[in-house]
């Protein structure tokens, strides 16, 4: 994908999650190589989009650093990642929003061209990654999605009467699945500091292989 064409989408970074199963951490602060995971996403996602968005919830100054606007939920009752999504509809300026989440640190460096590819070919309204597991299987990774901002109304809606899926939602909508590659690591998200531990180290085996290859 061109320069140009990445400036049509606005990039958002899903950070906006309880942290339950890290103690109730605010996730995207949390150490990832030194550094905090929602820092790290949003680097990750520069290169493939034009404007930047952050999602988050707690700790607004913190968030505020990385230097991109920070936008909260609409609601405050920890609504799951589609009032993540809707908050950054909700401010996005561009017709196209690419969604990831801040806990995956290792999701794809080509991520939003194939998205973005199979959305123009399909004439869709959504383009949600999915990823094979160990047995091929295709299985949705939904927090990855690339949507028109036209349906800032419509998810808004669902979520007044009271949706919280995102599969759900996205069902309702024309909407086409892309293959993005293997699950592991690209697709491991961490929700306990031992995932988070072990990415670390899947990251550093990766670097270690393309050094000194079998
Ligand atoms: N904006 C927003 N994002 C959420 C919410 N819940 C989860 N997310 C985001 O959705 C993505 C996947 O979240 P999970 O790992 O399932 O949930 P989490 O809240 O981060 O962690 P747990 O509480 O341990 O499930 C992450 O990027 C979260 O930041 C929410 O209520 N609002
Ligand atoms: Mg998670």
Not at 109 to 120: F, K
């Amino acid at each position: 994908m061109t320069t140009s064409q990445n400036a049509i989408i606005t990039g958002l970074v899903l950070a906006g999650g309880r942290g339950t199963r890290m103690g109730g951490a605010d996730k995207g602060l949390e150490p990832f190589h030194g550094v905090p995971l929602a820092q790290h996403a949003l680097r990750r996602l520069a290169p493939q989009v034009g404007p930047l968005l952050l999602n988050a919830n707690r700790n607004a100054a913190a968030h505020a650093r990385f230097g991109v606007p920070v936008v909260a939920d609409l609601q405050g009752d920890f609504a799951g990642p589609l009032a993540g999504m809707a908050a950054g509809l909700a401010h996005c300026a561009t017709p196209l929003l690419a969604t990831v989440p801040c806990d995956t640190p290792l999701f794809p460096a080509d991520l939003v061209a194939p998205l973005a590819a199979a959305l123009d070919a399909a004439q869709a309204d959504i383009a949600m990654a999915a990823a094979r597991d160990g047995h091929g299987a295709l299985r949705s990774q939904p927090v990855f999605c690339l949507l028109r901002a036209t349906l800032r109304e419509s998810l808004a809606a669902y979520l007044r009467a009271g949706g919280h899926k995102v599969q759900a939602w996205v069902e309702q909508h024309a909407h086409v699945v892309v293959d993005c590659g293997a699950v592991t690591p690209a697709f491991c998200n961490a929700n306990t500091r031992e995932e988070l531990a072990a990415l670390e180290r899947a990251s550093l085996d990766a670097i270690k292989k393309i050094a000194a290859p079998a």
